[in-house]
């Protein structure tokens, strides 16, 4: 493991002012989204919609790295240029999400657990030699009737250090994404008691198994009611209910917290992030790993035409310029009017 290697490059992927942009979407989710907006799902229309938003240019101003599909990191555009070529060009670091899904965790009835840690360490040197900086690997972790049980959580906590290490000694930062997810009606106390559980729970596992802390980040789920619930909070509130949370669970070593998006929608979380970095400084960078609060605007825009595409591309810029102005408090909610975020 080299240390300083691993240093550098988690601090580089949450250098001020840039994000990490998730567009790691499996096939079966994409074309999904794809279908919701009026597009035909096919592999050609994912190929054309990520071929698109990797294009736009000067994205490299606010986006530090990238996570990418496997189908994405090995794939090729339209011309036969390799994506990976195309995302090198903006200046951006390759990262990849190397998990292979949840399934459900036996005798706990509504856990899942994260799978994928069989033949990771030969793939981890397959995803190096392509070019990857970074590895990324997601737990959903579910608020329901006696659950999340202490045994599903450290089943996912587990599973994390493993892989964190893992990517650790092929040199691949490691993100870890524990994700409390927003489905139920819990309300707002609920989600905190029950993030914080999950990440005390998560770092305890990371450090027994020797993972090195600055070389690594955390992207959790911002603290908030679940989506069924009847409580309504301000923007305030989910700030405070977050940070406190972060600051009782997450070592000062951790170089960075990179926020997922989590269904909510674009603007919102880039208020969330804004006020959470005016009430700093914090021991760890506050930044953004994003996917539909990047992606889901310029989605729409694009509908699978070409002739939009300067517009989604536009779009993309915007959000992505928007999350870097929310990285130093400077975002305003006036700016979503302006047409490239200002």
């Not at 964190?164 to 106390?189: R, T, Y």
């Not at 269904?263 to 790993?289: I, Q, R, V």
């Not at 990047?294 to 928007?322: C, F, H, S, T």
Request: with cysteine; charged share 30%.
């Amino acid at each position: 493991m080299d240390q300083a290697a691993l240093k550098e490059t988690a601090q580089a992927l949450v250098a001020p002012g840039k994000g990490v942009w998730a567009n790691d979407a499996s096939p079966a989710t994409l074309d999904k989204r794809l279908e919701a907006v009026g597009i035909v799902p096919s592999e050609e229309a994912r190929r054309d919609f990520r071929e698109m938003l990797i294009k736009t240019e000067g994205l490299g101003e606010f986006i530090s790295g990238i996570i990418l599909h496997e189908d994405t990191l090995k794939g090729n555009t339209k011309d036969g240029i390799p994506f990976t070529e195309l995302v090198k060009k903006q200046g951006i670091i390759i990262g990849i999400k190397v998990d292979k899904g949840t399934k459900d965790l036996a005798n706990f009835p509504g856990e899942k657990v994260t799978e994928g840690l069989d033949g990771l360490r030969e793939r981890l040197v397959e995803y190096k030699e392509l070019g990857a900086r970074f590895t990324k690997w997601r737990a959903v972790i579910t608020i329901g009737d006696g659950i999340p049980t202490d045994v599903g959580i450290e089943a996912n906590s587990e599973v994390f250090a493993r892989y964190a290490a893992l990517a650790q000694e092929a040199d691949l930062v490691p993100i870890v994404e524990p994700e409390v997810l927003m489905e139920g009606s819990h309300g707002i106390e609920r989600c905190k008691e029950v993030t914080a559980r999950v990440l005390k729970s998560v770092f305890k596992k990371l450090v027994d198994h020797k993972v090195f802390l600055g070389g690594m980040l955390l992207k959790p789920n911002v603290v908030h009611p679940g989506k069924d619930s009847s409580e309504e909070v301000e923007n305030e509130k989910v700030v405070e209910a977050t940070l406190s949370t972060l600051h009782n669970t997450v070592p000062t070593e951790v170089p960075g917290v990179v926020f997922l998006s989590g269904g909510d929608a674009a603007g919102e979380m880039t208020a969330h992030l804004d006020l959470m970095n005016e009430k700093g400084p914090h021991p760890w960078e506050l930044a953004f790993s994003f996917e539909r609060a990047l992606e889901g605007p310029a989605m729409e825009v694009w509908k699978g035409d070409d002739a939009n595409i300067p517009a989604a591309q536009k779009e993309l810029y915007k959000r992505a310029k928007l999350n870097s102005l929310a990285r130093s408090g400077q975002y305003k909610a006036e700016m979503e009017k302006g047409e490239n975020g200002g």
